[in-house]
């Protein structure tokens, strides 16, 4: 949905990274929300979607597989 329209969602350009060598986190995605780490911005995470027309726009592209 994001690539046929992007102005459905808002969001914010953070760093993004998945925990590696903590054997009790592992895995675990950490967003740099308030940028402390002074990394580079890697994601753009979605934060909000316009719902309503998502999902008439989810309707619509549905509809071309009948």
Do not use: P
């Not at 780490?37 to 979607?49: K, L, P, Q």
């Amino acid at each position: 949905a994001y690539l046929i329209n992007k102005n459905l969602f808002q969001g914010r350009l953070v760093n993004v990274q998945v925990e590696e060598s903590s054997e009790l986190t592992r895995g675990k995605t950490v967003v740099d929300w308030l940028g402390v780490t002074s990394r580079a911005h890697n994601c753009n995470v979605i934060t909000e979607v316009d719902h309503v027309n998502f999902f008439i726009m989810l309707k619509k592209e549905l509809s071309k597989l009948i």
